[in-house]
C-alpha cells in the first residue's frame, strides 16, 4: 500500500502543524512585553543563492539577547545527533526520518546574523521547541524542549546585551522585514519546492 504524502503528514504531525506554532507563539507573548519584542513567521535573505529566502518560526528580541526559535510539531519519541544532517521519529514501531531541526535553525541564526551585522553585540540564541513530542534525545541524552522548557531558557538570560535604543532599533527593522512576508511567501514556496525538487532529483541520480 502506498502513503499518500499528506496522510503521512498527518501521522507524523498531527491534525495540524500550525497549531505548534500557534501555541509557541501564545506562549512568548505572556513575556513581559517591556521586555520582550516577539516577531513570528518572519522571512528573510537566507544568504544562499538557493534558496535566496528563509523561514523563520520566531525571533524574540531583548536586552538580554537575540532568540531564534524553531518549532517541530512532531509527535511520539525524536532521536538525534546533534552533527547529524537527518534524525529520526518514532511512532509506536514505525520509524520515520526528519531533517535535524539543528541544522535547520542554524540556518535560520546565520541568515539573522548577516542580517543583523552591524547591531549584533551578543551571539544570537538558538532553541527548538517539539509542543507535541513525548520524548526528545540529542546526542544519547533526554532534552527538554517543551514550550515551557524554551521559556525557562530565555527567562535564564538576565545580563543585558544590548541597550534599549538598540533594541528599538532591531524591533523596528524587523518589524518592516514582516511587512513584507506576504509579498515574499510565494516566491519562498517557490524556491523551496525547486531546491526540494533537485535534491530528489539528485539522490534519484545517486541511487
Same mark, same amino acid.
Given at each position: ?5 499528506? !496522510?503521512?503528514?498527518? #501521522?507524523? /504531525? ?9 501555541? *509557541? ?7 513581559? /512585553?517591556?521586555?520582550? =519584542? =516577539?516577531?513570528?513567521?518572519l522571512i528573510i535573505p537566507s544568504g544562499m543563492k538557493n534558496p535566496s529566502l528563509t523561514q523563520i518560526d520566531h525571533v524574540v528580541v531583548s536586552i538580554y539577547g537575540i532568540f531564534c526559535i524553531e518549532t517541530k510539531s512532531n509527535h511520539g519519541t525524536i532521536y538525534g545527533n ?7 521519529? /518514532? ?27 552591524? #547591531? ?6 538558538? +532553541? ?13 541524552? !533526554? ?8 521559556? @525557562? ?11 534599549? !535604543? ?25 524556491? *523551496?519546492?525547486? +531546491? =526540494?525538487?533537485?535534491?530528489?532529483? @539528485? ?5
Amino acid at each position: 500500500m502506498i502513503i499518500s504524502e499528506a !496522510a503521512r503528514s498527518k #501521522v507524523m /504531525y498531527g491534525d495540524s502543524a500550525e497549531r505548534a506554532e500557534i501555541d *509557541v507563539d501564545y506562549a512568548l507573548r505572556k513575556l513581559n /512585553y517591556k521586555h520582550y =519584542v =516577539v516577531f513570528g513567521d518572519l522571512i528573510i535573505p537566507s544568504g544562499m543563492k538557493n534558496p535566496s529566502l528563509t523561514q523563520i518560526d520566531h525571533v524574540v528580541v531583548s536586552i538580554y539577547g537575540i532568540f531564534c526559535i524553531e518549532t517541530k510539531s512532531n509527535h511520539g519519541t525524536i532521536y538525534g545527533n546533534s552533527r547529524s544532517e537527518h534524525w529520526k521519529q /518514532y511512532l509506536g514501531k514505525q520509524e520515520y526520518g526528519m531533517y535535524s531541526p539543528y541544522r535547520q535553525n542554524h540556518h535560520h541564526v546565520t541568515a539573522l546574523e548577516k542580517l543583523l551585522y552591524t #547591531v549584533l553585540r551578543a551571539p544570537i540564541h538558538s +532553541y527548538i521547541v517539539f509542543p507535541n513530542a513525548k520524548k526528545v534525545v540529542v546526542d544519547g541524552k !533526554a532534552h527538554d524542549m517543551s514550550i515551557e522548557g524554551a521559556i @525557562d531558557k530565555i527567562n535564564k538570560h538576565t545580563y543585558a546585551r544590548y541597550d534599549i !535604543a538598540t533594541v528599538e532599533h532591531i524591533a523596528k527593522f524587523l518589524a518592516y522585514t514582516a511587512s513584507m512576508r506576504n509579498e515574499l511567501r510565494g516566491r519562498h514556496h517557490d524556491e *523551496v519546492q525547486s +531546491y =526540494v525538487n533537485k535534491k530528489m532529483t @539528485d539522490v534519484l541520480k545517486i541511487s
